[in-house]
């Protein structure tokens, strides 16, 4: 199911560029997209008894509502901001090599944050991953990410404000209901990307977008929202979040081969990432198999009292 979210998710830098440049600004795009979804996931489980029964939806306690706000208001809505701006000023093929990072600030702010149980065979998995991602993104030469060093940093620190949140946010849905804190988390989100371009007046809004936008807009509402984040913040209740991020390096060959059906060629070291990617999927899933009964790798137990340490 991880590999199927990531599928779902690869075409994200993609799309955000091409709603760019068909008259939706980053900014727009940000304040358009996560309004939308705000409102109808509110709406689902407002209305929508089988959507609360399947995402096990419960009202979680006011301290965990107000801290979920806290993080989207202080992370989520700055990590989205950065990555949307910084689409304009780096490549998609950066982007993809910088989130490769990301499952190495997650697993390390999961065993800060979560106290998980960070295994020697998820280590080396996480090592295989991020180096396969790696190769399929840019082979086995050095990068040259210095040529658009500013969109670099500011994606880099995107992806790694996300992280934040998400392991904050990973804490409060362990403690109640994963889909309301998500909720929660755009209700404070949303205001801070609408205020944004008043604080920040660098910041471009243009919201002239023709079909080509709309149709993106369509795709990162429905599909890398409320079907892709609902399903993560439901699964990472129970799952170890150490161990659910092993399986993003899979959306680099994704994006690979999305970009070869626009035309763009493969490289022969594509595939020998891939390979990598598989064998390390293969390594961190296999530890589970491999556990008596029992000894499952839940994550912690409900911590002290909700908010990040």
Known sequence: MLAGLNLLWAPVN??????GEHGLSGVALGQVRWT???????????????????????????????????????LFAPAHILYYTSMKLTTSIDGTVLLTT???WTTLLSFVVLKETITKRRVWALVLAMSGAYVVSYGFKAPNLTSNAVGNLMFFS????????GAFATKLARESSGIAILWFQLLGAVPVMWLAPSLVPSLEVVRTP???????????????GLITFSAWYVLVERAPLSLMV??????PPISAFLAYLNNEPLRWEMLWGTVIIVLALVVGFGERGKKKTGEEDHPSPVPEPAGPA
């Open 36 to 74: 939308t979804h705000v409102i109808l996931l509110g709406l689902l489980l407002a209305t929508v008894a089988p959507f609360r029964k399947l995402t096990g939806a419960k009202m979680p306690p006011v301290k965990s509502a107000v801290w979920a706000m806290v993080i989207g208001a202080l």
């Open 102 to 104: 990301a499952p190495l």
């Open 210 to 224: 023709d079909m080509a936008a709309i149709g993106t807009l369509v795709y990162l509402v429905i599909v890398c």
């Open 158 to 165: 995107g992806v790694f404000i996300e992280c934040l949140g």
């Open 14 to 19: 993609v799309l955000v560029k091409i709603a």
């Open 246 to 251: 092993l399986a993003l390096p899979v959306q």
